[in-house]
């Protein structure tokens, strides 16, 4: 077809021709469907709606492939067909539990701190000290652990991580004692930058993309972030009149870096130019929880509704302006989390203490869906165009069908959810215990004693089981020996000794 195509100079137009070029930039308003009709009205029209470049084009508009160029695939309308297949089945793996579940289980690390990810992979802090790394998109989990930059010749028992944050280049963890560490994850295991607090670190926050840090410690907020030839300096302190509850880096940022902080009653917008900007504040108000995007910040409010009889509220504010733009949700409860920068375009999803699990439409006030989730409050929540994960402090995480309302299943571990992150085929959830040094047991203990009912516990889900390799001895190392029982539900989580 490519000859016939050479040899066609004029498409014929009904009773006009038309130069190829011409007669494909009138094709390429069209969509999927339209193209298929025009495949066949004749063999000239075939080869102009097969045409690699409007496939291309209606690939990208669907957001498949999205890094690739029109020369990486010979066909790009079986890509497209193939990208769809895919999502399709995704889909009702997700729905019906299909795929494969996996335990991120460290016993050396005692008692689990705090949890991240970032694209699949994981970043894990413990009451040992110690921080550690899964990718769990590949199958063996070999997990470095990132030295700390105290050397392990000092004197008594490490401290134990406040906080890690990971993205796509950069780890970092806060602890107890006040030091903050950061590790490039292209290379070694050392940190490549330190610095400390003199007290401790109430909030951490690390750019979504890039390197900037920023850490909260008494009534300061640091900003750090390497120069032009690499060397790590502060480039912003800021003193505010309250402690940090939480701290968020704008992202998106190209400047210098904006941090949102939230103290007690009062968000700070922090900027170099502006040192003490405050964005919002309104006094015996505190703020319950907080997220920020590209342009907006949205936190929860507990408002005094005893007193003046109104309800706690959802607060938008617009980052540029510092205008508030919507006051959403009216709630006897405290929002407790609240996700804004994973969101939908125009979406936003939060929990509260009053066990519901509400989505906005940020161009309207009141809620669109309203899912009665968690017996004690949702700790954690994230969403996309069809689905919701929710998280609740009694150790529930459900995935929703946003349309319809309806649980689709659910899984329960010990601790409150503290983390969840998803994208279209993985799940990463963390149950965190709020108790680090649970009664009857004593620091002299020995590592391994520290009862694993107290440890917390993180599983990262894989619903592509295309990529699975059926035969992999995996399935059987990935299960502990100490299961009791062989629950199968959909999933991977057979006892070893069951497909020996």
Known sequence: SSSFQNEINEVPFFDVQLPYELALKIFQYLGKTELGRCAQVSRTWKVLAEDEVLWYRLCQQEGYLLDTSISDRSCWKLALKNCRARERTLKTNWKNRIGAVSQLGYELGKILCDVHS????????????????????????????????????????QPHVSFVRINSSLAVAAYEDGTISVWNLMFGREPIHHYQHNQRIQALALGSEGATVATASGFEVKVESPDDRGVWQTTGTFE??????????????????????????????????????????????????????????????????????????????NLETSQCLKKMGNSIGDFTCINLQNSPPNMLVAGNKDRRVRIFDLRKSESLCSLYAHQLGVSAVQMDDW??????????????????????????????????????????TANIPDEKTPRGTSSMDDELTTHRKH???????????????VESVLPICRSSYDEVTGYNYNLGLAVPYDNI
């Open 240 to 317: 505010i009149q309250k402690l940090v509850n939480f701290l968020h880096l704008v992202p998106g940022v190209l400047q210098s870096p904006v941090a949102v902080a939230a103290a007690e009653d009062i968000v700070y917008l922090l900027k170099a130019e502006y040192p003490g900007k405050i964005l919002h504040s309104v006094y015996g108000q505190p703020v319950t929880c907080l997220d920020v995007s590209a342009r907006e910040a949205a936190f929860g409010v507990k408002t005094l509704g005893w007193v003046l009889n109104e309800p706690n509220q959802i607060l938008l504010y």
């Open 387 to 428: 689905k919701i994960v929710s998280g609740g402090e009694e150790g529930l995480v459900c995935v929703w069908d946003q349309r319809m309302g309806t649980k689709l299943w659910e899984m329960h571990a010990r601790h409150p959810v503290r983390h969840i992150w998803f994208n279209s085929h993985s799940l990463i």
């Open 455 to 469: 440890r917390g516990i993180i599983y990262a889900y894989e619903f592509s089981v295309d990529q699975l390799a």
């Open 118 to 157: 970032c694209d699949g992979v994981v970043i894990a802090g413990y009451t040992s000290g110690e921080v550690r790394l899964w990718d769990a998109r590949t199958w063996d989990y070999t997990a470095p652990i990132l030295e700390p930059a105290h050397s392990p010749g000092d004197a008594g028992p």
